[in-house]
C-alpha cells in the first residue's frame, strides 16, 4: 500500500542527547515537510523540501536538522540544542507542484526524560 | 510566521446538528485544505479546495473558498459521535512555495 510512514510512534530521550525521527515515503512525492505539534495548539513547520537534496528553514527550525538524500527519505534530527524538544512531531508529502494536497505519516511522540 | 485564525476554537454539539467552522487570513490563499485529526494520529486530509468560490462536498461535509481567497468555511451536517476530534484548516500562500500554513484547529465534541 502506498502512504507515508513516521518511526518509531513513541520516543524517549535523554536531555543531552540528539535523536532522529524516521519519515518514509512511496508515493512519489516530491515535497516532504515536518511539523510539530504541541498539546491544544495546531502545527507549526520546522522544515520542508521540495526535491531531493534541497531544503528551507520552516517557522521554528531552531535546534533542529534535516537531510533529504533520498526523494523517499526525509530524517529530522531533534539536536540537543533544541530546549524544549517534547512534542508530536508529524511528517507530511505532498506532490509539489500543482497537486499540492499534503498527506500525513501517524506521528511520533518525543518525550525527553 | 503566517498564521491562520480558525474559529470557534472548540464546540460541544448535540448528535444531529449541523457544525460550521471557518478559517481567515490576511494574506491571499491559493488552496485550502481541511484536515481532521483524532487523538495520538496524523491529520486526515477532508476536502481540498483550489479555486475562489470553489464549493466542494465530501459526504456530510462541505467546504467553500471564500471569494476572497482569504477565508475558507467547513460545514458538517447532521453530526455523529464519530466526528469528534480537532478540524485544522490549512492553506498555501500564493507563491509561498508550496509551503502549508495551519490554522490552530477546532475541537468537536459531540453529545449523545
Known amino acids: 500500500d502506498g502512504g507515508i510512514t513516521q518511526s518509531p510512534k513513541y520516543l524517549f530521550r535523554k536531555e543531552g542527547q540528539n535523536v532522529t525521527l524516521s519519515c518514509e515515503q512511496n508515493l512519489n512525492h516530491d515535497a516532504m515537510y515536518w511539523y510539530r505539534q504541541d498539546p491544544g495548539q495546531g502545527l507549526r513547520l520546522i522544515y520542508y523540501?521540495?526535491?531531493?537534496?534541497?531544503?528551507q528553514k520552516g517557522d521554528i527550525a531552531e535546534g533542529y536538522s534535516v537531510s533529504r538524500e533520498k526523494k523517499e527519505s526525509f530524517p529530522l534530527t531533534v539536536t540537543s540544542a533544541q530546549k524544549n524538544p517534547t512534542a508530536f512531531y508529524l511528517c507530511?508529502?505532498?506532490?509539489?507542484?500543482?497537486?499540492?494536497?499534503?498527506?500525513f505519516g501517524q506521528g511520533t511522540r518525543l518525550t525527553v526524560v | 510566521g503566517q498564521q491562520l485564525n480558525q474559529s470557534p476554537q472548540s464546540m460541544f454539539i448535540q448528535e444531529g446538528e449541523d457544525v460550521s467552522m471557518n478559517c481567515t487570513s490576511s494574506?491571499?490563499?491559493?488552496?485550502w485544505l481541511w484536515y481532521k485529526q483524532d487523538p495520538g494520529e496524523g491529520p486526515v486530509l477532508l476536502i481540498a479546495l483550489y479555486k475562489a468560490g470553489e464549493l466542494t462536498s465530501n459526504g456530510r461535509l462541505t467546504a467553500q473558498f471564500g471569494i476572497t481567497r482569504k477565508d475558507s468555511f467547513l460545514n458538517i451536517s447532521a453530526s455523529i459521535p464519530s466526528d469528534v476530534g480537532i478540524y485544522f484548516c490549512?492553506?498555501?500562500?500564493?507563491?509561498?512555495?508550496?509551503?502549508?500554513?495551519f490554522g490552530t484547529g477546532t475541537q468537536l465534541k459531540v453529545e449523545l
Open positions: 523540501s521540495q526535491i531531493v537534496n534541497d531544503f
Open positions: 490549512a492553506g498555501i500562500l500564493t507563491g509561498g512555495g508550496n509551503k502549508l500554513t
Open positions: 507530511a508529502s505532498s506532490k509539489g507542484q500543482g497537486m499540492t494536497e499534503a498527506f
Open positions: 494574506s491571499i490563499f491559493n488552496t
